[in-house]
């Protein structure tokens, strides 16, 4: 692999709009995931465009094909993708390839499936699921893997600097970067 910089920070966004990212840090990463509905072509390309004039990072989640026609910049490997795409990985200078895991057993997955980042996931409960792996269960996980980390689950205003207390390389997101919790 190419020694590229990797983003710490991610947004995750359930859809194109344009007004819920024109206030981000230039240094946060947005992953779109939409599992429910067709993706639009036309307008996927459009919030593209105005990511690049944002300076922001765009990836999109299990749309490998999808990632390469619209030269995003990356894609990300939910837990459920078990596929191995290696071949088509290779001499990708600049594509970001991430993935997320919630046991050793994804962790090992996605080794193979050769993500450049983990996103470790739940590290505190959510609003969707009461299990959590908690700063011990991570750190123990984190020991496992060479893989850089990322906490993903739960994070927010009031436990965010608890990250500390982690073997991580950065965080993602889904709520915490509703403008009321970054102001």
Known sequence: MHNKILPSTYHFIDNLNIENISNLHKSICLIYRNYNSNINLSELLNFKKICKKLKLKFIISNEIDLAFKCRLDGVYLPSFNKKFYLKKFQNLKDFIIIGSAHTLNEI?????????????????????????????RFNNLSKLTRKPLIALGGINKNNIKQLKLINVNGFAGITYFNKKNIS
Not at 108 to 136: A, C, M, W
């Open 108 to 136: 090992r997955v996605k080794e193979r499936q050769n993500v450049e980042q983990i996103f470790l996931s739940p590290l505190f409960k959510t609003t969707k699921s009461n299990y959590k792996l908690g700063i011990i």
